[in-house]
């Protein structure tokens, strides 16, 4: 079982940028794809950003490509999220997990392990 937490969290103004960490313990992440997802109150969990195993492969949701970037450091078994040109509606709770099985995947119920999520808040 692997175990994920997020890190990097807080509070930025419009225009700023944001680096998050997902660590694991447990398990090596270079075995897994995992994901990106935030969840804004009173708002469903969506998908952020995602990668493959071996990170030769990522994957983002439309409307966040161009801001938005996901790697993979397999030497610190920790996933990223670069955020640059943050606006308010990117204010939400950002969580990582583990994608369960292979391929493209948006649908938080194909993931799993999820971490305790890291706030991030945007203020104009």
């Known amino acids: 079982q692997v175990q994920l937490v997020e890190s990097g969290g807080g509070l930025v103004q419009v225009g700023g940028s944001l680096r998050l960490s997902c660590a694991a313990s447990?398990?090596?992440?270079?075995?897994?794809?995992m994901g990106w997802f935030r969840q804004a109150p009173g708002k469903e969990r969506e998908f952020v950003a995602g990668i493959s195993s071996t990170g030769g492969s990522t994957y983002y949701a439309n409307s966040l490509k161009g801001r938005f970037t996901i790697s993979g450091d397999n030497a610190k078994n920790t996933v990223y999220l670069q955020m640059n040109s943050l606006k308010p509606e990117d204010t939400a709770a950002y969580y990582c997990?583990?994608?369960?099985?292979?391929?493209?995947?948006?649908?938080?119920?194909?993931?799993?392990?999820w971490g305790q999520g890291t706030q991030v808040t945007v203020s104009s």
């Open positions: 997990a583990v994608r369960r099985g292979v391929g493209y995947s948006p649908k938080p119920a194909d993931f799993g392990s």
């Open positions: 447990g398990r090596t992440l270079s075995s897994y794809p």
